[in-house]
DNA sequence: AAGGAACGCAACCGCCCCGTC
DNA sequence: AGACGGGGCGGTTGCGTTCCT
């Protein structure tokens, strides 16, 4: 068959990560920074797999994650995007940057599919979006704004590459629009993970909750660790592009964006609504609603339709 | 108060894609 | 061109927590 796992190794530690493996971890990230995790588990001593790095990284220790408490426009969203895109929780996850697809995706398994099952069969529901799941989907079209998203994506990640440029460049995606297209946002690339607060900071801060907290479980502290990481990331990111991204966010969906509790630089999100405002659609701006921009994609597809 | 059921979520597994050699 | 390895993704599982009886 295929390739062995890459976790079948002897000694290969599995299960519920404790704050000290978080601290090592994101240790080495803030020196380092995310990729190579092959690497990792040597490096730093860990005995966890490089799988096991990244993921715990990506879905939890990553700064600017959003947990808990959907919000209703999240939640909106969410079945918006998952009608549209099937269950490709990392392209939905590119659209709510604070969100990691995983959590999109145990939100959606645990709440949002009982949410749309009970609508549909009791009609109680005053979600439009109970119609819209029954909706054809202009799945081409997505396939192709996709595409074309992550080739932009590409582009703009080999230029922030090159030699010449500062290694940490995420502020600059603020104002860089060609280094916007987030199809590829829950990813690792060094694109959003390389701006955060210093290490030193960091790791006292979670060093600070966790003898706060001493163990009682290795979930439970991982709890703790978790919020300290939230803390200090929302702590430092917010006040650079917070209002901005905010601004931005609520003239897209009308959102009282204290109710969303920005707390990362991911202004790759607004710009990310607007995935091709930049390429072919010529008025298309990132104020547009997303009524607005759906309703677009939905006409622009049936034009294609047609002219095929 | 105790036991069981249901729920929620972190983490694992396995497949696939893509880059490199 | 094909093999190989790393990383990404979606589906699933296992376990802790909460709710209900």
């Keep these: 068959m295929g390739r062995p796992p890459c976790c079948d190794k002897e ?3 599995k ?3 404790t704050p000290e493996e978080d601290i ?17 588990p040597t490096k730093t001593g860990l005995s966890r797999c ?7 990284w990506t879905n939890y220790l990553r700064p600017g994650i959003k947990r808990g408490n959907f919000t209703e426009q999240e ?42 099952k009970k609508m549909q069969t ?10 819209a799941a029954s909706r054809p989907i202009p799945r081409g079209q997505w396939e192709r704004r996709l595409q074309t998203d992550i080739q932009m994506a590409k582009r703009a990640l080999s230029e922030a590459l090159s030699p010449e440029k500062p290694y940490c460049f995420s502020a600059a995606s603020n104002s860089n629009p060609s280094s916007n297209s987030s199809s590829s946002f829950s990813s690792t690339k060094p694109t959003q ?20 907290n001493p163990p009682k479980s290795s979930r439970a502290n991982s709890a703790v660790t978790q919020t300290s990481f939230n803390n200090f990331a929302g702590a430092d990111t917010a006040s650079s ?9 609520e003239s897209l969906f009308g959102f009282d964006h204290q109710s969303l509790d920005l707390e990362s630089s991911n202004s790759e999100f607004s710009q990310s609504l607007s995935p091709e405002a930049n390429e072919s659609k010529p008025d298309i701006g990132p104020e547009m609603p997303f009524s607005l921009l759906e309703k677009w994609l939905l006409d622009e597809a049936g034009v294609q339709d047609n002219s095929t």
């Design 50 to 56: 490089s799988k096991s790095c990244r993921l715990r």
């Design 241 to 249: 592009s917070g209002a901005e991204m905010s601004e931005t966010f």
């Design 193 to 212: 993970s390389l701006c955060y607060a210093s290490s030193e900071d960091n790791i006292a801060r979670l060093l600070k909750g966790w003898m706060q």
């Design 15 to 17: 299960g519920p990560w």
């Design 24 to 40: 090592i971890l994101v240790s080495f990230i803030q020196e380092h920074g995310p990729g190579n995790w092959r690497a990792v």
């Design 11 to 13: 000694g290969v530690k």
């Design 75 to 116: 939640e909106k969203m969410i079945i918006h995007l998952q009608d549209l895109l099937g269950n490709r929780w990392a392209a939905i996850a590119s659209y709510l940057p604070q969100r990691t697809d995983n959590d999109i995706k145990n939100y959606w398994n645990t709440h949002l599919k009982k949410k749309l």
């Design 122 to 131: 009791g009609c109680e529901g005053s979600f439009e979006e109970v119609s």
